[in-house]
């Protein structure tokens, strides 16, 4: 299962389905994905963070889902131009609100509240999930097959900042999200239950209970404001941040990695 999904990765290819038995529950699907993360050749920067909708959740009574972020998928608004996507895989974009912490963690707590995570010093910007799987049916499937493939993740691109963050009404974070012309979703910080603060506290916990305490540097994107927007390659896509900017990128084909060149 680990190395069809890398395997496709690296070469830029869909997979037909699911390669193997879906893991039974999210503490079997996050060792397909810490497995999958020893095995990947580079460093990692951060976590996506999903929502579960509650008739998908199991027995752990998690109601969202993390997702590592790697250095090589992660760019910066301004710079970054076009982004990639699996064809005949899944593709999408996410509008996202993106925390980066400034502190370390501590080591020892693995429980969080939404306002104790808001406590620990962070930094908020604006920014863009690539959501792409070369697995088509990946959400289809359900949060264990999310899991079990890097969260359905093939980047992050980050904009610039929103300052003083945690004294700001997340009602007025507000956000739009295009595909070429057509506006395809609208929202914001608020839109999934408890918003920024939740998905942070989600992020510190889970990731304190699988032995990985998030660090100083690691970047959080706390999950889709707007919705899951479908991109297929040479579609543009343009998200817009009310007060706080927007970016504008091109998707592409993955293709093997040695052809990509910098992301």
Same mark, same amino acid.
Do not use: C
């Given at each position: 299962?680990?190395d069809?999904f ?8 869909s ?8 893991? $039974?529950?999210? #503490?079997a699907?996050y060792?397909v994905?810490?497995?999958?993360? %020893?095995?990947? &050749?580079? /460093? +990692? ?20 889902l ?12 301004g710079e ?19 925390l980066?912490?400034?502190? $370390?963690a501590? #080591?020892d707590k693995i429980?969080?509240?939404?306002d104790?995570? %808001?406590?620990? &010093?962070? /930094? +908020?910007?604006?920014?863009?999930e690539v959501?792409s ?8 499937l359900?949060?264990r097959?999310v899991?079990?493939d890097?969260?359905?993740?093939n980047?992050?691109?980050v ?6 963050w945690?004294s ?9 999200s295009?595909?070429?012309d ?13 918003g920024?603060? %939740?998905?942070?506290?989600?992020? +510190?916990?889970?990731?304190?209970r ?5 660090k ?5 994107a706390t999950?889709?404001?707007t919705?899951i ?5 040479g ?11 927007e970016?504008?990128?091109t ?13």
């Open positions: 299962m680990v069809a890398l395997d496709a990765r690296r070469n830029g290819q997979l037909p389905g699911f390669p193997g038995d879906i893991p $039974d529950d999210l #503490v699907a060792a994905q810490d497995a999958a993360i %020893a095995q990947w &050749p580079d /460093t +990692l920067v951060g976590w996506k963070v999903g929502y579960i909708a509650p008739e998908k959740r199991d027995a752990s009574g998690d109601e969202r993390l997702g590592p972020v790697f250095r090589n998928r992660l760019q910066q608004a970054a131009t076009e982004f990639h996507v699996f064809a005949g895989g899944f593709g999408a974009i996410e509008a996202e609100f993106v980066r912490l400034d502190a $370390d501590p #080591v429980d969080w509240t939404p104790e995570a %808001a406590a620990l &010093p962070a /930094t +908020l910007f604006i920014g863009l959501a799987s070369p697995l088509a049916t990946i959400n289809q359900g949060p097959v899991v079990s890097f969260g359905n993740n980047g992050l691109v904009g610039g900042e929103i300052p003083d945690t700001l009404d997340e009602t007025t974070l507000s956000a739009e295009w595909i070429d057509t506006r395809v979703g609208t929202g914001g910080a608020t839109t999934l239950p408890g920024l603060r %939740a998905a942070f506290a989600f992020a +510190l916990s889970r990731s304190a699988r032995g990985r305490p998030l100083a540097g690691e970047l959080i999950g889709n404001a919705g927007h479908d991109i297929l390659p579609q543009r896509a343009r998200v817009v941040f009310a007060g706080h900017g970016m504008v990128l998707a592409r084909a993955a293709a093997p990695q040695s052809e990509e060149g910098a992301a």
